[in-house]
């Protein structure tokens, strides 16, 4: 099959990937978003599946748009594109190419930091890369492989951080608690900071749907409207399939909402008399339940003794993993001092 022919047009998108050489990676890494390029690419058919009833990956790159897969040839052949600068480049697309940069900036410092450095990437980050292969598959196999993916809890211990602060520190200014509402410049800190953890964490779509529930919440104490569990799963996941429909066939997007959506259930059908531990028992059972058919039709396993490993799991996570964690990674994005190497050398 030959691309440029009248069977074959030269599709619009491409998904390239860097090949198995490390000078390729370093220059594909190099690039940033909106930069043109120059290069001599291998174009490769996205091929079908000939087995009956497999899923077929050409349904995924067709729903992005994407026509073809490509492999750089060289890459002394790679030559950016000069272009000039635009508001996107300056503001927005400079916001995010920083963030990127910090980001890889405080994975590696975290990588090389011990075996504990991986999980903590991991768990901040979301970088999985650098995690031993036996170590995710016993979190997975325990059913506790979701806290290793940043979603709703990171994001909302974040806000909660960022709330607590700002509120804080405006109350020690009498006259600025006394024009502005503490809570509202709160609010508004806590979603700021938020966002910056969703770029940092790489912008998946667990923090974008976790990210639109706290700007809905957000908006409803601010307006002193009270918003119901339907609709705020709702408003969080039509911008985002508006936005990016093919997101409805992803097994995160699908797993991020039906466990939202269980969640959200669990909670309603827990009465006020009942205690934390029935409630925390019937939340977890009640998210596994509800995400077990979809890990089964994407080809995963559900841990047996998923409640229980939860029960453990999650406060630990919640209470002293995390916040330790996001220390951590606050430590690596500071200049190479002892202070912020000892911190860092305690995980």
């Not at 410049?185 to 770029?199: I, P, W």
């Not at 039509?238 to 959506?261: N, R």
Request: aromatic share 6%; with cysteine; net charge positive.
């Amino acid at each position: 099959m030959a691309f440029g022919s009248d069977a074959q047009p030269i599709p619009r998108r491409l998904r390239v990937f860097e090949g198995l050489h490390a000078e390729r990676s370093a220059v594909l890494l190099g690039l940033r978003h909106g930069q043109r390029i120059r290069a001599r690419l291998r174009l490769i058919p996205i091929r079908l599946h000939s087995n009956p009833g497999a899923r077929r990956s050409s349904d995924a790159y067709a729903r992005r748009g994407i026509g073809a897969l490509a492999s750089l040839r060289d890459a002394a052949l790679l030559v950016r594109v000069a272009t000039p600068e635009c508001l996107w480049t300056r503001g927005v697309g400079g916001v995010w190419v920083s963030i990127a940069r910090l980001r890889k900036s405080i994975g590696e410092r975290l990588a090389g930091a011990g075996p504990g450095g991986a999980l903590v990437r991991a768990l901040v980050l979301g970088q999985r890369n650098t995690l031993p292969a036996a170590e995710s598959l016993a979190f997975a196999q325990i059913g506790i492989g979701h806290l290793l993916a940043v979603s709703g809890l990171h994001v909302a211990l974040v806000a909660g951080l960022g709330f607590a602060i700002v509120r804080r520190t405006c109350l020690q200014f009498p006259r600025l608690s006394a024009r502005w509402d503490p809570r509202a410049l709160a609010l508004v800190g806590a979603f700021g900071l938020a966002l910056v953890y969703a770029g940092m964490s790489g912008w998946g779509i667990p923090v974008r749907r976790a990210l639109l529930f706290l700007a809905v919440v957000c908006l409803s104490v601010a307006s002193r409207r009270s918003v119901r569990g339907g609709q705020l799963l709702s408003l969080a996941a039509l911008p985002l399939l508006i936005l990016e429909p093919h997101a409805l066939f992803e097994m995160s997007a699908q797993l991020s909402f039906v466990a939202s959506a269980g969640l959200l259930l669990a909670r309603r059908s827990v009465g006020e008399a009942a205690n934390a531990l029935s409630s925390l028992i019937r939340t977890s059972a009640t998210a596994i339940a509800a995400t077990a058919p979809w890990v089964a039709w994407h080809g995963g396993s559900v841990g047996v003794w998923g409640v229980v490993a939860n029960l453990i799991a999650v406060p630990w996570v919640a209470l002293v993993m995390l916040p330790s964690s996001l220390l951590a990674a606050c430590a690596a994005a500071l200049p190479d001092l002892a202070p912020a190497r000892l911190v860092i050398a305690g995980v």
